[in-house]
């Protein structure tokens, strides 16, 4: 006997009718023999539903025969103390393997490798950078401040309005941002970046063209980052809450997690180096982005299938 031995091996799908009972056969396989000796190799030739893929999942007990026998490496396949046996000896690689997840990995990490979001984001970054409207005869330094503009104003501006739209509505209020007005953002686009930041002075030209207008101890004041708390204490109060989301089981952030990176995040949270998309604070901001995912998918009661 070979290592695959198959003798009027027969397999019949069976459809259903809404009451249980059988109303259709189809006949997938139809008394096949083969005798496959250690060595060989064999190919399957067949066009499209003639049962090529049936004939292979009784290889590895997926299927069990409707008729005769299969035997792999002298075990019959149809007994099912046996299967395990059968498996640890047959595998088989699916149609779009790629398209399959890994059984021995955590789908949440295959299901961020298929999203390649790093690429995604490298991908993006470089097309805005092209794009970006230039001014012949300047300077690589001026080249890259106008690219770092451009980025600031198509990304983080964008989302920052409409994160402050979003918030305002909510409240009724109507929220304004005059100088993000575009034809004072195009009036500009040219000035030189001596001219904006006159005398070294972060947004000197407002400052000047403001003097007299308001007082200076207000017109220069140093400039204060977007409100953000610096203490410690609202990050502590973030772990605690994350923490909370983890240990409970039903949280439906969970799926797309590795627990133990988590808790490591979140014992040092210090350490997360990687800016979240130019924001300022990263480790607390994802730790609350984290929060707030968990929150929608809980609150609207959002069901993902992976």
Known sequence: MGIIKAAKLTFDYLRYDEDGNVEDTQRAVDSVDL???PGEFVAVLGHNGSGKSTFAKHIN?????TEGTIWIDGIDTSKEPELWKVRQKAGMVFQNPGMSFNPIRKIGAQFLEALKMDAYVQETYAKSVAETPR?????AL???RREISYLNQKWFMQTLLDRMGVTSTRYGLSARVPFADYRIVE???NVPWEMKAKGGVVKGLLREAGRGLLPDDILFR???PYPKTYDKAYETILVHKMRAIMAETHSPIRQFLDTKKVE???????DYG?????QLMAAPQMIAYLIQVNYWLEKYHIKIEL
């Open 35 to 37: 005798d496959i000796q």
């Open 61 to 65: 007990a997926l299927l069990l025969p």
């Open 135 to 139: 001014l012949a005869g300047e300077s």
């Open 142 to 144: 001026e080249t890259r």
């Open 187 to 189: 009036y500009l686009w």
């Open 222 to 224: 140093k400039k204060s």
């Open 264 to 270: 490591r995040f979140l014992s040092s949270p210090s």
């Open 274 to 278: 990687k800016p979240w998309y130019g």
